[in-house]
Structures are given as C-alpha cells and as structure tokens.
C-alpha cells in the first residue's frame, strides 16, 4: 500500500472573475521513502497541490475535491480539523518556499521548535528544550544551545531555513513536503540542504514531495518527478524516464530552457506566451497555444494520460521520440 | 538601549525649553490683562502698579520670561495671580486626579478595543466586522462633551446608576472600592470611546495584515491549537503598533481633558487649564502647559522603550 494516495484532485478558488481550477484533477501515489518531485511554472498548481492534501487552504474562497486523499491508510478528507491539527507536523511536514518570512519574528527560535513538540509529542518543556538543540545540531546549526534564545531576524537565510527543517522533522514526520524550499537560498547552502534532506530520508525512510521549478535540482534528488501545467499533471514518470525521454511538449519545453553550465554558448529556448486563465474552460490540451510540437490531432481533441513506458505517462498526441536521448535508460 | 535611553532624557529639557519659549510668546501676545481682570476697570493706579510689580509684570517681558525660567530651575512654579496659591500646590491637587481620569479611560479603551478588534479582523468583511467598524466611526464621530451628556442623562439622571459628580469630593456615594471607582465610570467612557475607536481600528488592521502573513501559513502546518494560534503567534505580533499607540494615546489623553472635566465638574489639570486661560492667569496657564508637555514626552519615551521590549528586532 502507498503512503500517499492522491485521486483526482480538484481545487477551486471562487473569485470575482469566475471559478478558477487550480487544481483540477491531480492524482499520484507515494510510496515509503520515496521522493517525488514536482515541477512546472509558478501558478501551475505545485504548491496548491500540497496545501490541498494538508488541508492548508482557506476555505472559502477555496474549495478542495477529491476522490481519495489517503495517507497511511487514514482518509484525510474525513478527518475534523482537531484530527487534521494532530496529523500535521506530527506526521505530514511543510517546508516553505521564504525563509526570511516563515518564522514568527517575535518569538525565539526555540519557543517556535519546541511548541510543536511539546503539542505532538507531549513533550515537557525541559525533554523539548533538550531535543530541539538535537535537532539544530542534526541540521548543522553550530552552538545549538546559544541560538536557542536568538530570534529569527538573527539568523541568515539559509540558517533560518536549516530551522524550518528542523521544525518539520521535529516529530519524525513520514512525509515530508518541501514548496521551494531551497529558491531563495544560495547554490552552496542550497547544496548543503539537499544533501540534508537525503540523509534524513535514507536515515528516517522518510517520504518527499520535492516542489521545484529548478529541473536539475529535481533530476539530482528525486525518484520520480510530476511535471505539472495548468492545474494538471500532463506527465510524471521516473526521473531517468521523463528527462531522458520527455513525452509531453510542455516537459521539452522546460528542459529547453534549462540551462547546463558544461554547454557554454548554448542558447536557452524560452517557452513563449503566458499559462492561460484558469478560470476559463479548456476543451482542449492547456499547453497548445504555446507548444511548438503541437499536430493536426492536437487542435481535434484533448490528449488523455496515456503510457510511454513503465511507469511513466504523458498527456499529449505528438510523437517526440526525434528528441529522445540515444543512450539506454538505466 | 540604556545608552538610547540617557540620550531621549537628556533630549527632554532641551524641548521642555522650547516649549516653555513657546507657552510664554502665545500667552504674552494674546490679548487680555490679568491685573485688569482681577482688579476691574474702576481700580486706583496704585493698586494696580502694586499688584503688577508683585507679578514682575512690569518688566519687559523678554526679562519675565528669563525670570520665570531662572525661578522654574530653582523648582519655583510661580503663584497664581488668582489665587494666590503657588503653581506647585495646584498641580499637587490635580494632576492625581487628571492621571486617574487618563488612567481610567485608557483602561476602558483597552477592555473595549482589544477584544472588538480581534473578533473584526477574524470575523472580516461579515456583519459582525461592519458592526464593529460602525462603533468606531461612531466613536470617532461623537465629540466626547455631546456623549457625556447622552451618558449622564442616561445613567445619572434615567436610571441613576452612577453619579454625575464626585470624583475629588471627598465624597463617595457607595461603600468600598466600587465608591471610588463608580464616578469615574461615566467620565471615562466619555473621554476614553475615541481611543476605543482608534485602537479598534488599528488594532483590526495590523491583526488583518499579520493573519496573512507567512508565518502564521507555518503556525497552522504546525498543527498548534487555534487559541495558540491566535494568541501566540498572531496577537503578540499585532500588538507592536498597539502599545506604542497606547503610550501615545495616554500621554495625549491627559491634556484634552477640559470639555469632560467641566462637565463632570472633575478637579482635574484641564478645568484649572480652562479658569486660567479665563482669568489670563499666566504662571497657572505656563506651569500647567509645561507639566503637560513634558507628560506627552515621557509618553512617547515609553512607547519607544514598550516597542523595543515587545519587538525582538528593535535595537537601540
């Protein structure tokens, strides 16, 4: 059985301009120990996607639909918010994507690591204190027991977020998401927290949803990767799989304009155009005003999910084995 | 912040001077004559001359003004011309019962503003948001003399529930601490509903601005109690503007006290304020002017202090 079973996921934001679909009909399996990244422009439903299986969208103007949220077997969508509070962070942890932002600025660094253990584990506050200096030690924080006291604006970017981890992985969570949670820092510390997360999953077995745009980053951690556009996840598939043999001409498109520092002088092919209004029905695939792949057949009918390989499907009727690479996929 | 501290006391005399130039040009160009006040038109030259040097208000009044400061650094505040009682005494009678007022109206404004404020920004743009914010525009609407009168006919007169007078009496109308609370009631409410209005509002609106922020995103991640939520992590935050508003209010609310302390007939600073300004009671209108002022600073020293306790980034 999966850790994480997602269904048809669907949503939806009431505005004054209409309905719009942020997400509209997500599905995708974790299991155990798995990361997964998630990957497409900014506004194509990532992060809605993982506010939406905690629960974490205010509701209204927002609205989440499935067909099944399951998490170790517990039917999240069933859950009271009280049952809900005690799943999150307990065992199902965030991460976000600003750092500067995400901490409380008036209260210290050890008040903000303790009270979740103190509110899941039942901690006192002497065990918690003891523990919470573990955990900044476990996330290489140096002189834990002195940063205790320190406030948030006393910390670098990439310390504070080495705090968020450590808050999310407080209670040994078996799932962990991660909305951006390495864009605002540098490339070294951003380096240092990835190589964070991969010990704690291999030593904790814990799950990852990795939210990225950065495509390399996401090639480098993760096990499988969902490329989301427009509110759907048009392919997903192991990462060799995808970014060896990318099936969709939004995911081309994306690997174009990813740059490689070994391939000076390369021009980056910049995807034209703006992701259409979400508010308006889509009759037809979401990407082809913008796709440069696009055949007679994509103008007659909306591509379904459709199998390329084990494991990995695509929604998208043109053929882009021309731009696969040659060598076999491990 | 020590050091900050030392710097904003050593800033206050110099301030203090220039508002104590400042008293003494108003009151001296302003037309009205406290001798002819007192002694009235039909009076022998004599009298008058006599009364006049005994005021030193037959200098020139550049000479007046460096005497009544050479007279303030000793400690001396003058007498009134009126009375004929030291400055120093008046104040003594009435600044306890002006910061008793003050105190009692801040204290209203908070019990009021606090929760009002809250249950708006949570409960935003519904009915109970709209209520609220029609009090405030109420609140800031009402000129306080029109409410106290709403409030005595109301309370004192209809229902007699609390006095219309009493407060530095003597005399209480009830047995025990609640004979000395009740005839501040009224008066406080009168005096304090437009700082309800103001912290209401401010408060609504740096609670809105931190209810979206991106911690509180982490707040509810973190699966903490709604309570814990609120409290904790919201209302510490939204309560940085609050305080240092609060101190400012408070050293405002001591000097607008005239309208409600005529009415009440309260002996406070600002009834004395008023008879002074009548009567062109110099040394009473400077002193009382002066002791004013020099509250609002002290004020404004606290609310920066209140701001750097409560918020962790503020350093000195």
């Keep these: 059985m999966p850790l994480l079973t997602v269904k048809n996921l669907r949503t939806r934001f009431s505005t004054d301009r209409g309905t719009v679909r942020a997400v509209d009909g997500v599905s995708f399996e974790l299991e155990e120990g798995e990361v997964m990244g998630l990957v497409g422009e900014s506004g194509s439903g990532k992060s809605i996607t993982a506010m939406s299986i905690m629960r974490l969208i205010k509701e209204p103007p927002g609205r989440i639909e499935a067909d099944e949220i399951t998490f170790d077997g517990v039917d999240l969508l069933a ?38 253990l103190q509110r899941h584990l039942r901690m006192s506050a002497r065990d918690a204190r003891r523990r919470s200096i573990e955990l900044l030690e476990v996330v290489g924080i140096p002189r834990a027991e002195k940063r205790l006291d320190e406030y948030p604006h006393q910390f670098s970017g990439g310390m504070r977020q080495r705090v968020m981890i450590a808050i999310a992985l407080s209670c040994n969570p078996r799932l962990l998401i991660a909305d951006e949670a390495t864009t605002a820092l540098d490339v070294t510390i951003q380096a240092q927290i990835i190589d ?122 043109a053929n882009l084995s021309a731009y696969w690479r040659k060598e076999k996929v491990a | 912040m020590w050091s900050y501290l030392v710097k904003r006391l050593i800033q206050m005399p110099l301030v203090l001077l220039v508002v104590t ?108 948001d709209y209520l609220a914010t029609g009090y405030t525009l109420f609140g800031f609407a009402v000129p306080n003399f029109a409410l106290a009168m709403i409030l005595i006919y109301v309370f004192s007169i209809t229902l007699s529930w609390f006095p219309i007078t009493g407060i530095g009496s003597g005399a209480s109308t009830a047995p025990g601490l609640w004979g000395v609370v009740q005839p501040y009631v009224l008066p406080a409410v009168a005096l304090g509903t437009l700082q309800t209005a103001i912290f209401t509002r401010l408060l609504r609106s740096s609670m809105i601005d931190v209810l979206g922020q991106d911690y509180m995103r982490t707040a509810n991640a973190k699966g903490l109690q709604p309570l814990t939520i609120l409290l904790v992590h919201a209302l510490k935050n939204a309560m940085i503007p609050f305080v240092t508003m609060l101190a400012i209010q408070f050293g405002y609310l001591i000097g607008i006290q005239v309208t409600i302390e005529h009415i009440f007939a309260i002996p406070g600073m ?47």
């Design chain 2, 21 to 128: 130039i400042t008293i003494f040009l108003i009151i001296r160009f302003t037309p009205g004559d406290p001798v002819q006040i007192m002694l009235g038109m039909q009076t022998s030259p004599e009298a008058e001359a006599a009364l006049r040097a005994e005021f030193r208000l037959d200098q020139p009044w550049h000479m007046q003004y460096l005497l009544w400061v050479g007279d303030l650094l000793q400690g001396d505040f003058g007498r009134s011309i009126r009375m004929n009682t030291p400055v120093l005494q008046l104040l003594a009678d009435r600044l306890p019962i002006s910061l008793a007022l003050a105190l009692s109206a801040m204290i209203f404004a908070v019990v009021v503003s606090i929760p009002l404020g809250l249950i708006a920004a949570l409960k935003r743009n519904t009915w109970i």
């Design chain 1, 196 to 317: 964070l997360i991969r010990r704690l999953r291999s030593e904790m077995g814990t799950a990852v949803i990795w939210i990225s745009h950065d495509l390399g980053l996401v090639a480098g951690l993760c096990d499988k990767v969902s490329v989301m556009y427009a509110g759907r996840i048009v392919e997903s598939g192991p990462v060799r799989e995808v970014f060896y043999r990318p099936a969709h001409g939004y995911t081309l498109g994306l690997m174009n304009c990813t740059p490689r520092v070994d391939d000076i002088g390369h021009r980056l092919r910049p995807i034209e155009g703006m992701p259409p209004n979400l508010a308006e029905p889509m009759p037809l695939c979401p990407f082809l005003p913008r796709c440069e792949m696009a055949v007679a057949a994509c103008r007659e009918s909306k591509p379904r999910l459709e199998t390329i390989a084990e494991g990995h499907v695509a929604s998208c009727h």
């Design chain 1, 79 to 116: 859950l009271t918010p009280a049952q809900l509070r005690d799943y999150r962070a307990r065992h199902i942890s965030m991460i976000f994507q600003d750092p500067m932002r995400s901490l409380n600025p008036v209260l210290t660094i050890g008040r903000q690591l303790m009270e979740t």
């Design chain 2, 270 to 316: 600002g009834s004395a304020i008023l008879s002074a300004v009548v009567n062109r009671d110099f040394p009473v209108i400077q002193g009382f002017v002066l002791v004013i002022a020099a509250f609002f600073m002290l004020a404004n020293i606290i609310a920066d202090i209140l701001y750097g306790i409560i918020d962790p980034r503020i350093r000195y």
